[in-house]
Protein backbone atom coordinates (compact mmCIF):
# COMPACT_ATOMS: atom_id res chain seq x y z
CA UNK A 1 0.00 0.00 0.00
CA UNK A 2 1.34 3.25 -0.95
CA UNK A 3 1.11 5.42 2.59
CA UNK A 4 3.48 8.34 0.78
CA UNK A 5 0.34 9.01 -1.67
CA UNK A 6 -1.55 10.15 1.46
CA UNK A 7 0.77 13.26 2.36
CA UNK A 8 0.57 15.07 -0.96
CA UNK A 9 2.41 17.98 -2.76
CA UNK A 10 0.92 20.52 -0.56
CA UNK A 11 3.16 19.01 2.86
CA UNK A 12 6.19 18.36 0.49
CA UNK A 13 5.43 22.26 -0.15
CA UNK A 14 5.55 22.84 3.33
CA UNK A 15 8.45 20.79 4.57
CA UNK A 16 10.62 22.61 1.95
CA UNK A 17 9.70 26.10 2.33
CA UNK A 18 10.37 25.35 6.38
CA UNK A 19 13.99 24.40 4.83
CA UNK A 20 15.11 27.44 2.57
CA UNK A 21 13.13 29.74 5.64
CA UNK A 22 15.44 28.43 7.70
CA UNK A 23 18.59 28.92 5.54
CA UNK A 24 17.31 32.89 4.86
CA UNK A 25 17.21 33.32 8.97
CA UNK A 26 20.79 31.95 8.59
CA UNK A 27 22.00 34.51 6.02
CA UNK A 28 19.62 37.50 7.83
CA UNK A 29 21.94 36.63 10.86
CA UNK A 30 24.80 37.24 9.40
CA UNK A 31 23.95 40.14 7.64
CA UNK A 32 23.10 41.37 11.70
CA UNK A 33 26.30 40.10 12.94
CA UNK A 34 28.17 41.92 10.35
CA UNK A 35 26.05 45.79 10.49
CA UNK A 36 29.67 46.70 11.51
CA UNK A 37 32.29 45.39 9.32
CA UNK A 38 33.98 47.04 6.94
CA UNK A 39 33.50 46.46 3.17
CA UNK A 40 30.59 43.94 3.92
CA UNK A 41 28.02 43.27 1.26
CA UNK A 42 24.57 42.15 2.60
CA UNK A 43 23.13 38.84 1.11
CA UNK A 44 19.88 36.96 0.79
CA UNK A 45 18.25 34.16 -0.07
CA UNK A 46 16.01 34.05 -2.88
CA UNK A 47 13.42 31.23 -3.10
CA UNK A 48 9.87 32.05 -4.24
CA UNK A 49 10.69 32.10 -7.63
CA UNK A 50 11.98 28.62 -7.86
CA UNK A 51 9.51 26.97 -5.38
CA UNK A 52 6.65 28.49 -7.91
CA UNK A 53 8.71 27.38 -11.06
CA UNK A 54 9.09 23.63 -9.26
CA UNK A 55 5.18 23.43 -8.76
CA UNK A 56 4.14 24.47 -12.03
CA UNK A 57 6.62 21.68 -13.49
CA UNK A 58 4.14 19.52 -11.37
CA UNK A 59 3.53 16.63 -13.34
CA UNK A 60 6.37 16.07 -15.58
CA UNK A 61 8.56 15.95 -12.38
CA UNK A 62 10.30 13.12 -11.71
CA UNK A 63 9.61 9.34 -13.67
CA UNK A 64 10.51 6.38 -12.78
CA UNK A 65 13.38 5.03 -14.95
CA UNK A 66 13.06 1.35 -13.66
CA UNK A 67 10.04 -0.35 -14.33
CA UNK A 68 10.49 -1.66 -10.52
CA UNK A 69 10.71 1.63 -9.34
CA UNK A 70 8.25 3.49 -7.28
CA UNK A 71 7.93 6.69 -9.22
CA UNK A 72 7.61 10.16 -7.19
CA UNK A 73 4.46 11.52 -7.35
CA UNK A 74 3.17 15.03 -8.69
CA UNK A 75 5.34 17.72 -7.80
CA UNK A 76 7.80 16.70 -5.10
CA UNK A 77 11.07 15.70 -7.20
CA UNK A 78 11.48 18.58 -8.55
CA UNK A 79 10.46 20.67 -5.53
CA UNK A 80 13.27 18.77 -3.57
CA UNK A 81 15.80 20.02 -5.87
CA UNK A 82 14.90 23.66 -4.73
CA UNK A 83 18.06 25.28 -3.04
CA UNK A 84 17.30 28.88 -3.44
CA UNK A 85 19.82 31.38 -4.28
CA UNK A 86 21.82 33.20 -2.86
CA UNK A 87 21.82 37.15 -3.99
CA UNK A 88 24.09 39.65 -3.23
CA UNK A 89 21.97 42.65 -2.23
CA UNK A 90 24.46 45.55 -3.09
CA UNK A 91 26.44 48.19 -1.95
CA UNK A 92 24.11 51.04 -2.58
CA UNK A 93 23.49 52.70 0.68
CA UNK A 94 26.88 51.95 2.04
CA UNK A 95 28.73 54.23 4.57
CA UNK A 96 32.12 55.46 4.37
CA UNK A 97 33.37 52.50 5.59
CA UNK A 98 32.03 50.27 2.46
CA UNK A 99 29.31 48.23 4.93
CA UNK A 100 26.08 48.38 2.89
CA UNK A 101 23.98 46.52 5.74
CA UNK A 102 20.85 48.25 6.34
CA UNK A 103 19.74 47.89 9.86
CA UNK A 104 15.87 48.71 9.76
CA UNK A 105 15.19 46.82 6.85
CA UNK A 106 17.21 43.65 7.80
CA UNK A 107 14.86 43.40 11.24
CA UNK A 108 11.87 43.42 8.83
CA UNK A 109 12.71 40.74 7.02
CA UNK A 110 13.65 38.97 10.05
CA UNK A 111 10.11 39.36 11.65
CA UNK A 112 8.27 38.94 8.16
CA UNK A 113 10.78 35.62 8.37
CA UNK A 114 9.94 34.66 11.34
CA UNK A 115 6.27 34.80 11.68
CA UNK A 116 6.14 33.01 7.82
CA UNK A 117 8.16 30.11 9.21
CA UNK A 118 5.42 29.80 12.74
CA UNK A 119 2.77 30.13 10.27
CA UNK A 120 4.23 27.17 7.91
CA UNK A 121 4.42 25.19 10.71
CA UNK A 122 1.05 25.64 12.36
CA UNK A 123 0.11 25.10 8.78
CA UNK A 124 1.56 21.55 8.68
CA UNK A 125 0.63 20.42 11.75
CA UNK A 126 -3.43 21.36 11.31
CA UNK A 127 -2.69 19.00 7.72
CA UNK A 128 -1.27 16.07 9.95
CA UNK A 129 -3.94 17.04 12.49
CA UNK A 130 -6.04 16.28 10.03
CA UNK A 131 -5.09 13.04 8.78
CA UNK A 132 -5.03 11.59 12.08
CA UNK A 133 -8.45 12.91 12.26
CA UNK A 134 -9.50 10.93 9.20
CA UNK A 135 -7.47 7.86 10.23
CA UNK A 136 -9.25 8.25 13.99
CA UNK A 137 -12.25 8.52 12.10
CA UNK A 138 -13.77 10.27 14.48
CA UNK A 139 -12.34 13.68 16.40
CA UNK B 1 -47.17 3.87 16.48
CA UNK B 2 -46.80 4.58 13.11
CA UNK B 3 -44.13 2.54 11.00
CA UNK B 4 -44.35 5.53 8.35
CA UNK B 5 -42.71 7.67 11.14
CA UNK B 6 -39.25 6.33 9.85
CA UNK B 7 -39.96 8.62 6.98
CA UNK B 8 -39.68 11.64 9.07
CA UNK B 9 -35.57 11.05 8.37
CA UNK B 10 -36.08 13.19 5.34
CA UNK B 11 -36.30 15.98 7.75
CA UNK B 12 -32.90 16.00 8.31
CA UNK B 13 -32.08 16.83 4.60
CA UNK B 14 -34.71 19.96 4.32
CA UNK B 15 -32.80 21.85 7.31
CA UNK B 16 -29.86 21.79 4.86
CA UNK B 17 -30.42 23.68 1.39
CA UNK B 18 -28.12 21.47 -0.70
CA UNK B 19 -31.34 19.17 -1.33
CA UNK B 20 -34.14 21.57 -0.10
CA UNK B 21 -36.50 20.86 -3.20
CA UNK B 22 -35.87 17.59 -3.52
CA UNK B 23 -35.80 15.65 -0.54
CA UNK B 24 -39.58 15.37 0.32
CA UNK B 25 -39.90 13.19 -2.71
CA UNK B 26 -37.33 10.77 -2.23
CA UNK B 27 -37.20 8.04 -0.43
CA UNK B 28 -34.78 8.78 2.87
CA UNK B 29 -31.80 6.27 2.15
CA UNK B 30 -31.28 8.21 -1.52
CA UNK B 31 -31.72 11.65 0.06
CA UNK B 32 -29.40 11.08 2.28
CA UNK B 33 -27.04 9.34 -0.24
CA UNK B 34 -26.94 12.50 -2.53
CA UNK B 35 -26.41 14.72 0.59
CA UNK B 36 -23.26 12.85 1.89
CA UNK B 37 -21.91 13.15 -1.74
CA UNK B 38 -22.68 16.79 -2.40
CA UNK B 39 -20.60 17.58 1.10
CA UNK B 40 -17.92 15.22 0.50
CA UNK B 41 -17.70 17.41 -2.92
CA UNK B 42 -17.84 20.73 -1.16
CA UNK B 43 -15.16 19.29 1.69
CA UNK B 44 -13.06 18.52 -0.89
CA UNK B 45 -13.57 21.69 -3.23
CA UNK B 46 -12.63 23.31 0.29
CA UNK B 47 -9.52 21.30 0.78
CA UNK B 48 -8.43 21.95 -2.88
CA UNK B 49 -8.80 25.96 -2.04
CA UNK B 50 -6.71 25.34 1.07
CA UNK B 51 -4.21 23.86 -0.81
CA UNK B 52 -4.45 26.12 -3.43
CA UNK B 53 -3.74 29.37 -1.25
CA UNK B 54 -1.05 27.55 0.88
CA UNK B 55 0.94 27.12 -2.75
CA UNK B 56 0.12 30.69 -3.17
CA UNK B 57 1.14 31.76 0.22
CA UNK B 58 4.65 29.46 -0.19
CA UNK B 59 5.26 31.51 -3.95
CA UNK B 60 4.77 34.87 -2.06
CA UNK B 61 1.53 35.85 -4.16
CA UNK B 62 -2.14 35.97 -2.81
CA UNK B 63 -3.35 38.09 -0.21
CA UNK B 64 -1.53 36.82 2.57
CA UNK B 65 -1.90 34.79 5.72
CA UNK B 66 -5.37 35.99 6.76
CA UNK B 67 -6.65 34.34 3.31
CA UNK B 68 -4.72 31.20 4.16
CA UNK B 69 -5.55 30.63 7.08
CA UNK B 70 -9.39 31.63 6.76
CA UNK B 71 -9.21 28.87 3.86
CA UNK B 72 -7.52 25.99 6.17
CA UNK B 73 -9.73 26.54 9.06
CA UNK B 74 -12.90 26.41 6.84
CA UNK B 75 -11.87 22.93 5.35
CA UNK B 76 -10.27 21.56 8.21
CA UNK B 77 -13.93 22.69 9.89
CA UNK B 78 -16.08 21.38 7.22
CA UNK B 79 -14.06 17.88 7.23
CA UNK B 80 -14.73 18.06 10.69
CA UNK B 81 -18.46 17.91 10.53
CA UNK B 82 -18.55 15.62 7.78
CA UNK B 83 -16.62 12.95 9.49
CA UNK B 84 -19.54 14.25 12.49
CA UNK B 85 -22.44 13.77 10.07
CA UNK B 86 -21.35 10.53 9.34
CA UNK B 87 -20.05 8.90 12.53
CA UNK B 88 -24.19 10.33 13.36
CA UNK B 89 -25.39 8.46 10.07
CA UNK B 90 -23.67 5.00 10.82
CA UNK B 91 -24.53 5.27 14.58
CA UNK B 92 -28.49 6.18 13.38
CA UNK B 93 -28.35 2.84 10.96
CA UNK B 94 -26.53 0.64 13.13
CA UNK B 95 -29.65 1.71 16.04
CA UNK B 96 -32.26 0.62 13.30
CA UNK B 97 -30.55 -2.95 12.66
CA UNK B 98 -30.46 -4.04 16.22
CA UNK B 99 -34.10 -3.41 16.25
CA UNK B 100 -36.12 -6.17 17.05
CA UNK B 101 -38.28 -6.42 14.27
CA UNK C 1 19.97 21.68 12.42
CA UNK C 2 20.15 25.11 10.58
CA UNK C 3 19.20 26.99 13.56
CA UNK C 4 22.31 26.34 15.79
CA UNK C 5 24.45 27.21 12.64
CA UNK C 6 22.60 31.00 12.78
CA UNK C 7 22.66 30.98 16.45
CA UNK C 8 26.30 30.48 16.34
CA UNK C 9 26.62 33.40 13.73
CA UNK C 10 24.41 35.95 16.67
CA UNK C 11 27.04 34.46 19.12
CA UNK C 12 29.65 35.69 17.57
CA UNK C 13 28.42 39.32 16.79
CA UNK C 14 27.24 39.46 21.14
CA UNK C 15 31.05 38.53 21.42
CA UNK C 16 32.13 40.92 18.74
CA UNK C 17 30.21 44.09 20.03
CA UNK C 18 31.03 43.08 23.91
CA UNK C 19 34.66 43.20 22.98
CA UNK C 20 33.89 46.66 21.33
CA UNK C 21 31.98 47.33 24.43
CA UNK C 22 34.89 47.13 26.63
CA UNK C 23 37.20 49.09 24.51
CA UNK C 24 35.35 52.22 24.67
CA UNK C 25 34.34 51.84 28.03
CA UNK C 26 38.16 51.70 28.78
CA UNK C 27 38.81 54.79 25.97
CA UNK C 28 36.36 56.83 28.19
CA UNK C 29 37.95 56.09 31.55
CA UNK C 30 41.23 56.77 30.54
CA UNK C 31 40.29 60.08 28.65
CA UNK C 32 42.48 61.57 30.88
CA UNK C 33 45.41 59.35 31.67
CA UNK C 34 48.61 61.33 30.91
CA UNK C 35 51.00 58.51 32.56
CA UNK C 36 49.98 54.32 31.57
CA UNK C 37 52.73 51.68 32.21
CA UNK C 38 54.36 51.41 28.52
CA UNK C 39 55.18 55.70 29.09
CA UNK C 40 53.04 58.46 27.33
CA UNK C 41 49.80 59.26 27.46
CA UNK C 42 46.78 56.47 27.14
CA UNK C 43 46.12 55.60 23.63
CA UNK C 44 42.65 54.94 21.95
CA UNK C 45 42.21 51.53 21.17
CA UNK C 46 39.62 50.40 18.59
CA UNK C 47 38.71 47.36 17.41
CA UNK C 48 38.62 46.04 13.64
CA UNK C 49 35.93 43.59 12.91
CA UNK C 50 36.25 40.84 9.75
CA UNK C 51 33.48 38.63 8.33
CA UNK C 52 34.51 34.94 9.03
CA UNK C 53 33.03 31.79 7.53
CA UNK C 54 30.22 30.63 10.13
CA UNK C 55 32.05 27.23 11.66
CA UNK C 56 30.31 24.31 9.49
CA UNK C 57 28.45 21.93 11.45
CA UNK C 58 29.70 18.72 10.94
CA UNK C 59 31.23 17.47 7.98
CA UNK C 60 32.85 19.53 5.44
CA UNK C 61 32.56 19.20 1.70
CA UNK C 62 28.84 19.90 0.54
CA UNK C 63 28.29 20.83 3.60
CA UNK C 64 31.11 23.50 3.69
CA UNK C 65 30.07 24.85 0.44
CA UNK C 66 26.55 26.04 1.48
CA UNK C 67 27.38 26.93 5.33
CA UNK C 68 30.39 29.54 4.52
CA UNK C 69 27.86 31.96 2.86
CA UNK C 70 26.36 32.43 6.15
CA UNK C 71 29.36 34.62 8.35
CA UNK C 72 29.88 35.04 11.42
CA UNK C 73 31.78 38.34 12.68
CA UNK C 74 35.05 38.47 14.49
CA UNK C 75 37.67 41.03 16.13
CA UNK C 76 40.20 40.43 13.54
CA UNK C 77 42.65 42.49 16.18
CA UNK C 78 42.86 45.67 18.43
CA UNK C 79 44.10 48.54 17.32
CA UNK C 80 45.75 51.55 18.77
CA UNK C 81 44.66 54.65 17.62
CA UNK C 82 47.88 56.05 15.43
CA UNK C 83 47.11 59.70 16.02
CA UNK C 84 49.34 61.92 18.12
CA UNK C 85 47.87 62.71 21.25
CA UNK C 86 46.67 66.43 22.51
CA UNK C 87 48.81 68.44 23.65
CA UNK C 88 47.79 71.14 26.34
CA UNK C 89 50.15 74.04 27.93
CA UNK C 90 49.82 72.98 31.57
CA UNK C 91 53.37 73.94 32.85
CA UNK C 92 52.84 73.33 36.15
CA UNK C 93 51.73 69.35 35.38
CA UNK C 94 53.94 66.93 36.87
CA UNK C 95 54.02 65.32 33.38
CA UNK C 96 54.62 68.39 31.30
CA UNK C 97 57.60 68.27 29.19
CA UNK C 98 60.17 70.52 28.71
CA UNK C 99 58.38 73.29 26.90
CA UNK C 100 54.99 72.81 29.31
CA UNK C 101 52.70 70.67 27.48
CA UNK C 102 51.08 67.69 28.33
CA UNK C 103 50.34 65.08 26.06
CA UNK C 104 47.16 64.24 26.95
CA UNK C 105 45.10 60.87 25.13
CA UNK C 106 43.88 61.55 21.88
CA UNK C 107 40.20 60.13 23.24
CA UNK C 108 37.35 61.90 21.87
CA UNK C 109 34.21 61.69 23.92
CA UNK C 110 31.52 62.27 21.90
CA UNK C 111 32.66 59.89 19.30
CA UNK C 112 32.76 57.48 22.20
CA UNK C 113 29.35 58.18 23.40
CA UNK C 114 28.23 57.78 19.53
CA UNK C 115 30.04 54.31 19.05
CA UNK C 116 28.73 53.22 22.39
CA UNK C 117 25.09 53.69 20.75
CA UNK C 118 25.72 51.92 17.90
CA UNK C 119 27.18 49.16 19.77
CA UNK C 120 24.32 48.93 21.69
CA UNK C 121 22.04 48.82 18.53
CA UNK C 122 23.93 46.25 16.84
CA UNK C 123 24.21 43.93 20.28
CA UNK C 124 20.52 44.59 20.57
CA UNK C 125 19.68 43.77 16.55
CA UNK C 126 21.69 40.24 17.38
CA UNK C 127 20.06 39.38 20.41
CA UNK C 128 16.81 39.37 18.73
CA UNK C 129 18.17 37.35 16.11
CA UNK C 130 19.03 34.79 18.30
CA UNK C 131 15.81 34.73 20.21
CA UNK C 132 13.64 34.88 17.26
CA UNK C 133 16.39 31.77 15.87
CA UNK C 134 15.18 29.81 19.02
CA UNK C 135 11.62 30.98 18.95
CA UNK C 136 11.09 29.15 15.19
CA UNK C 137 12.90 25.85 16.58
CA UNK C 138 11.14 25.80 19.65
CA UNK C 139 7.81 26.26 17.37
CA UNK C 140 8.93 23.46 14.82
CA UNK C 141 9.04 21.34 18.06
CA UNK C 142 5.49 21.56 18.30
CA UNK C 143 4.85 19.77 15.45
CA UNK C 144 6.08 16.57 17.15
CA UNK C 145 3.11 17.08 20.01
Known amino acids: MPVQGIFGTTVELLGKSLDLRAKRHALISSNLANVETPGYTPSELSFEGQLKSALNQG ?15 GASGSLQR ?5 VDLGNARSGPDGNGVEL ?34 TL | MQISAIGNISGLTQSLPIQGAQAAPQSPAVGFGNLLQDMVGKVSEL ?15 GKGLHEVMLAVEKASISFQMLTQVRNKAVEAYQEIMRMPV | MDFFSAMDISASALTAERTRMN ?3 SNLANANSTRTAEGGPYRRKDAVFTATPAPAPGSFGAAL ?5 ARGVEVSQIAEDQNPPRLQYEPSHPDADPQGYVAYPN ?18 ANVTAAQAAKSMALKTLELMR
Open chain 1, 104 to 137: EAEMGRMAENQIMYNATVQILGKKFEGLKQAIRG
Open chain 3, 65 to 69: GKAAQ
Open chain 2, 47 to 61: QNNADQSIQSLATGQ
Open chain 1, 59 to 73: GKGASASHPRHIPIK
Open chain 3, 23 to 25: LIS
Open chain 3, 107 to 124: VNVVEEMADMISASRSYE
Open chain 1, 82 to 86: VEGDV
